[in-house]
T-cell receptor, first 112, second 110 residues
């Protein structure tokens, strides 16, 4: 059974650019959630995807968007990057209806 | 709006000590309360979780105490080891969304 994998592990982007982060969910999991973790803070919920549809969203602007693919993998896209977008982006997968979510190791995004 | 408040921010104990981390929540719609452990450069990993109709749950050296009327819950780590040094997050679940506390950085001295 493979765990949740995210790519890339580290990324440096310039303010105003766009970025795409990727997540492969754990085998058998059909729900993917994305979180933003600023340095020294707890993760903040961005959104969740189930059956390729957004299924809940936190307090993030529309320039944060996502996709889920038929194999349940997912992408997080962030447009018009701002310095405050610098953070660890975490993907978590679960089975629909399960309370337990499994996290990947995250992508460290630095915006300069 | 911080819906889950966690304290202390950092904690240092000697090996064998019992660190206690406390959390308080506001939203009574939360229906599941997990604790996560995070090591540097890694994602959070689920340690133990509890439902609000249970007052205590033990798994190995980890115990959650839950006080529904006070809307508070805490994590106790028995016989703490240097390998337990990590950041611990409490969380609360409503629907499909995890709301995390701000984290406690635990250091267990040898």
């Amino acid at each position: 059974e493979t765990g949740v994998t995210q790519s890339p592990t580290h990324l440096i982007k310039t303010r105003g650019q766009q970025v795409t982060l990727r997540c492969s969910s754990q085998s058998g999991h059909n729900t993917v959630s994305w979180y933003q973790q600023a340095l020294g803070q707890g993760p903040q919920f961005i959104f969740q995807y189930y059956r390729e549809e957004e299924n809940g969203r936190g307090n993030f602007p529309p320039r944060f968007s996502g996709l889920q693919f038929p194999n349940y993998s997912s992408e997080l896209n962030v447009n018009a990057l701002e310095l405050d977008d610098s953070a660890l982006y975490l993907c978590a997968s679960s089975r629909q209806g399960d309370t337990e979510a499994f996290f990947g190791q995250g992508t460290r995004l630095t915006v300069v | 709006q911080q819906q889950v408040k966690q304290s202390p921010q950092s904690l240092i104990v000697q090996k064998g000590g019992i660190p206690i981390i406390n959390c308080a929540y506001e939203n009574t719609a939360f229906d599941y309360f997990p604790w996560y452990q995070q090591f540097p450069g890694k994602g959070p990993a689920l340690l133990i979780a509890i439902r609000p109709d249970v007052s205590e749950k033990k798994e190995g050296r980890f115990t959650i105490s839950f006080n529904k009327s006070a809307k508070q819950f805490s994590l106790h780590i028995m016989d703490s080891q240097p390998g337990d040094s990590a950041t611990y997050f409490c969380a609360a679940i409503r629907g499909r969304q995890l709301t995390f506390g701000s984290g406690t950085q635990l250091t267990v001295l040898p």
